[in-house]
Structure formats: C-alpha cells, structure tokens
C-alpha cells in the first residue's frame, strides 16, 4: 500500500529540510498514478503498513503571469491526485502574498490540506496561536500541526497524521 503527499510552501519556509528527514528509504513499490512522473519524487516513508511518497509541486507559489497557464494547471492537478498535501510556513514570518497565492489554489481543493508551521524554534510558544488563528481565518485545515524540521519537534507526529490519511 502507498500514498501520496505533496509539500506545498514558499522558498525558505524548510520544505527541504523537512524531507531531508523524510529521504533515505527506497521506493519499494511504485505507483502507476500519475503524479510519479508528473511530479520530482522526493522522498520516501516507509512505516510497517505502508509507505507515503513525497512529491514536490513547483511553481504553485508562483504568480499565474511568470509561470504560464500550462505550468499552474499541470501543478494544480498535481495536487488533486494526492492523499494529503502539506502547506508549510515559518511560524517567525508574517503571512505574505507568496502565501495568499498558495491558499487561494489550495482552497479549491477536495484533498485534506495539513497546516505545518514549521520553526517553531524560532518563536515563543506564546506567539504560536495568533499564527494558528491567521491562517485559520484565511481557510479550513485537516490538522494544524507545529514542527521544527531541523529539530525534528512533532514529526513522528506529523508522519502518523499523514498515515492515518491515507
Ligand atoms: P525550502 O526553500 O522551503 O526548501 O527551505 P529549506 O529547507 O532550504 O530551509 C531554508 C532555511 O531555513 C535553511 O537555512 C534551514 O536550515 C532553515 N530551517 C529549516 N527548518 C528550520 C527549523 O525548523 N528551524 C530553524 N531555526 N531553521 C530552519
Ligand atoms: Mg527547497
């Protein structure tokens, strides 16, 4: 059995440093869906039931002018095929348009969207729920969970939210 999960967020918020986690385990059974040549695999999670396969969508970020029509469409079906995607943010940074452009594709999506506020290291624990109550405004996640990729804080909790999606 296995899923797909893609990892939404703007340059820097830690995307890389939360699969560099995840990498390391080879892909043991490969999908026919669609999305494993669409899409740049990056990383593998292998739990005794299943395994969850990370793709990257790029240019989901990005303003429709710079990327063309086509590219948004084709990173935008992307996302409807997966299990769960994960849409990251740094929790010591303010919410800004790269974000809202984000939301705005993610929102018309039927799959469950995980909040990941990652960074946690970086910010009081007090500052934590005006961030969570932002972001919740803006849309209705499936879980919210706060990390820190380099720290590793909540990640086995975060691969268990995952899985129990799948
Ligand atoms: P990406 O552009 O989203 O792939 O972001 P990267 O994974 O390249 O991370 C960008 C920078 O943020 C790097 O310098 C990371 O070391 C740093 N970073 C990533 N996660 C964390 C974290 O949880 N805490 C802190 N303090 N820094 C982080
Ligand atoms: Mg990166």
Known sequence: KSGFVAIVGRPNVGKSTLLNRIVG????IMSDKAQTT??????????KDMQMIFIDTPGIHKP???LGDYMV???YGALQEVEAVLF???ADEKRG????????RLQKLSVPVFLVINKIDKI??????AVIEDYSKQMTFAEVVPVSATQGN???TLMQLLEDQM
């Open 124 to 129: 009081h624990p007090d500052n934590l729920l």
């Open 64 to 66: 429709k002018h710079r």
């Open 38 to 47: 669409r899409n740049k695999i990056q990383g593998v999670y292998t739990t």
């Open 73 to 75: 469409n084709e990173a």
């Open 25 to 28: 385990q080879k892909i043991a």
């Open 88 to 90: 990251m943010i740094s």
């Open 154 to 156: 909540n990640f086995e």
């Open 97 to 104: 348009k790269g974000d809202n452009l984000i939301i705005e």
